[in-house]
């Protein structure tokens, strides 16, 4: 068996063109020269660089395992140089996920977004790095239970023997901050009734179980879960997701890993963060939010992984095969908001990033009646 690799997925929001729509080729490539460097000094084994609307998205190889300090801290560096150059450029919003201006450790808690893990390399290993903007780390329940629990979504769960005896969900109540961890199929009503309730129950980790092809202590999935209204002691935002999925050779295959994004289910966020709207999975070239500031949207990245070389990426979602996904999300963004300020488009109240109603309620106060 080969070494462990960890792969880091480190994102933030540092600025973007116009307004919050996307992030322009002269950070990235700010963002690449920086990892370039660290390349050299062989701090990383491979890197690449991504925007997903209006946040920058650093892929990271590296043997560092997770939560490294030194690893975490080249992506602050990274963050800050690239949002100076922002600044410079007076672009929108720049710097606007980096919370806190010294680094300490780690970046948890400090704005960026984080999806990483170690495994064992196997002899080939498929990855697929999911990048979403204008919604929150609970759009990924869907999808990610879809391919590791539903059997309408992978046909592996019920004809593949290396996968037919399931997966264990790690599960985040990320209101009072602790976890569970939930077996499936055993326990799939169980988990179904946590984690619909995806502004507080988000899927942060898949295990395989024991006895299967791959190690049981080892995740093959990993979603961010950093809520950055916690963070910053109020709310500042909604916090866009980012996803790793292993696939293949006991796991479920690539298609079964895209089929779960053939369906644009509802998710919140969109326009100040304040909307249910479809999740639209696009190719890099249309990761910018436009309609409304979005609709929500993912790209996916995917990789063969080489001794922690990256090979590819390929632009998973950059197939007709995807059109119709599409088509149907644009059909569901013009019946959904046409609702234009009522629920279910607006989100409930305690769910908004932006609202006027205590003032309006304040304003009101002398003049509400008992009835
Ligand atoms: C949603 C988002 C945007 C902004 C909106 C208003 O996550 O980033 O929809 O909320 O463009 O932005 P401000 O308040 O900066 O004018
Ligand atoms: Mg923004
Ligand atoms: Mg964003």
């Known amino acids: 068996m080969s070494e ?65 300090e030194e690893i975490h801290g080249l992506a602050w560096e990274v963050f800050k140089a690239c949002a100076e150059r922002a ?41 697929i790095v999911f990048m979403m903007d204008k ?15 539903d059997p309408f979504n992978t046909a592996g769960l019920v004809i593949d023997p290396s996968m037919h005896q399931g997966f264990r969900f790690e599960i985040w109540d990320i209101k009072e901050h602790k976890r569970v961890i939930m077996n499936s199929p055993e326990e799939m009503y169980d988990i179904l009734a946590l984690i619909g309730s995806k502004g507080r129950y988000v899927i942060k980790r898949v295990y395989p179980k024991e006895g299967g092809k791959l190690p049981a202590d080892e995740p093959v999935a990993v979603i961010s879960t950093e809520k950055l209204f916690e963070i910053a002691g109020e709310y500042v935002g909604k916090d866009d997701p980012v ?36 999740i639209m999975p696009v190719p890099f070239r249309y990761s910018k939010c436009t309609r409304f500031d979005g609709p929500p949207r993912v790209i996916a990245a995917g990789f063969q992984l080489c001794n922690g070389k990256l090979i590819g990426p390929v632009d998973m979602f950059d197939d007709p095969a995807f059109d119709y996904t599409r088509q149907k999300a644009m059909e569901i ?7 234009g300020p009522f629920e279910p488009h607006r989100l409930p109240h305690e769910e908004m990033e932006y609202t006027t109603l205590p003032k309006v309620l304040e304003k009101l106060e002398t003049r509400f009646e008992k009835i």
């Open 333 to 339: 963004c013009d019946y959904i908001r046409r609702h």
């Open 87 to 127: 600044k410079e450029l007076k672009l929108y919003a720049a710097g606007q996920d980096l919370l806190k201006e010294a680094f300490s450790g780690n970046v948890r808690g400090l704005g960026p977004g984080v999806a990483e893990m170690e495994f064992t390399e196997r002899p080939a290993e498929p990855i």
């Open 135 to 149: 919604t929150e780390p609970g759009a990924f329940n869907l999808p990610i239970f879809r391919m590791f629990a």
């Open 4 to 68: 462990k690799i960890t792969v880091s997925v480190i994102k933030a929001d540092i600025g973007s063109v116009a307004g919050h729509s996307t992030v322009p080729d002269e950070i990235k490539s700010l963002a690449e020269k920086k990892l370039s460097e660290a390349k050299e000094k062989g701090t990383i084994i491979d890197f690449r660089v991504f925007n997903a609307g209006d946040d920058l998205e650093l892929v990271m190889t590296h043997r560092k395992g997770v939560d490294s």
């Open 243 to 278: 996803a790793i999925v292993r696939a293949q050779s006991g796991l479920p295959a690539v298609g079964e890993v895209l089929e779960a994004f053939a369906f644009p289910h509802l998710v919140s966020g969109w326009m100040r963060g304040s909307h249910n709207g479809p």
